[in-house]
């Protein structure tokens, strides 16, 4: 299985990958950019996998860039709750 196939697995990725930023002291402003940029990637480049996955991707390219940064935003919040 794909870490994109699951999306509480790639929930669980994301959150590693935001306790490693933390560690080495990223700022949440900084976080929050780097989601910002992977949600442009994903949205752009790879195909949902799962129905999770295609909604955030409408959503994504519905908003404007400040939507966008919500979108990111509530996705690291999401991710920090567990």
Do not use: C, P, Y
């Amino acid at each position: 299985m794909s870490l994109m196939d699951n999306f509480d697995t790639w929930k669980d990725f994301l959150a590693n990958r935001l306790n490693d930023a933390q560690a080495q002291g990223m700022s949440q402003q900084t976080i929050t950019n780097v989601a910002h940029e992977i949600g442009d990637f994903l949205s752009q480049r790879v195909d949902a996998k799962n129905d999770e996955q295609a909604v955030l991707k409408e959503l994504w390219n519905a908003a404007s860039e400040q939507e966008q940064q919500a979108i990111a935003s509530a996705m690291v919040k999401l991710v920090q709750k567990g």
